[in-house]
């Protein structure tokens, strides 16, 4: 059964700096999906940034970058230029090329952004 | 705005009793996924349902039962409710176009259990 492991439970950063949250995941499969989905306050679930595994190159949104090593099994999220908005729960998942397209979430990671 | 909406936000209710939550999904989305989400910590996937169909089920409880009706909104019946059972459900959809379909969230609901 694939897992996901954020090892990371908090992170601060100084606004306008850049942090790097980590995701790893154990699977045996080849193709396969992964996320960043943001948790505000607020609650609601915001996709932050998709990565495909048969992509080589890296998935990137605006300030937000992945670095992802399919053969380290690690799929680390960078936010450049960090915003008090960003201050949330980030949550890494994998998803599956086939079968049920479940979700499957890591525990999170809170980020703070220090003003 | 994701376009999947959840009803009701809240819902707070004793023991032992029943309650149904609901989601619309996007339009136009033939899949929806119900996520299970306690206290801080990952979203746990509960069942699935396409076009109708049960798709797949994760670590539903049998006290929980879920159905998606033909116009496609579906509905999570949470029964015989325990203190342990307070979290946030979460409903997600997807058109299952193709397997590059991502998940979007509907803003879930809170269910506290006294």
């Known amino acids: 059964a694939q897992t996901v492991t954020q090892s990371q439970p908090e992170m601060s950063v100084q606004e306008a700096e850049t942090v790097t949250l980590s995701c790893t995941y154990d699977?045996?499969?080849?193709?396969?999906?992964l996320f960043w989905y943001k948790q505000p306050p607020s609650r609601q679930m915001i996709l932050v940034i998709r990565?495909?595994?048969?992509?080589?190159q890296n998935a990137t949104e605006n300030r937000f970058s992945v670095n992802f090593q399919k053969a380290a099994k690690s799929f680390s999220l960078k936010i450049s230029d960090s915003q008090l908005g960003d201050a949330a729960m980030y949550f890494c998942?994998?998803?599956?090329?086939?079968?049920?397209?479940?979700?499957?979430f890591g525990t999170g990671t809170r980020l703070k952004v220090l003003a | 705005d994701s376009g999947v909406t959840q009803t009701p936000k809240h819902l707070i209710t004793a023991t032992g009793q029943r309650v149904t939550l609901r989601c619309s999904p996007r339009?136009?989305?033939?899949?929806v996924y119900w996520y299970q989400q306690s206290l801080d910590q990952g979203l746990q996937f509960l069942i699935q349902?396409?076009?109708?169909?049960?798709?797949a089920k994760g670590n539903i409880l049998e006290r929980f039962s879920a159905q998606q009706f033909p116009d496609l909104h579906s509905e999570l019946n949470l029964s015989s409710l325990e203190l342990g059972d307070s979290a946030l459900y979460f409903c997600?959809?997807?058109?299952?176009?193709?397997?590059?379909?991502?998940?979007?969230f509907g803003p879930g609901t809170r269910l506290t259990v006294l």
């Open positions: 997600a959809s997807s058109h299952h176009r193709g397997i590059t379909d991502t998940q979007y």
């Open positions: 699977t045996s499969e080849s193709d396969y999906y």
């Open positions: 990565q495909e595994a048969y992509k080589q």
């Open positions: 998942a994998y998803r599956s090329a086939k079968g049920t397209y479940k979700y499957i």
């Open positions: 339009s136009g989305d033939l899949s």
């Open positions: 349902y396409y076009n109708g169909e049960e798709r």
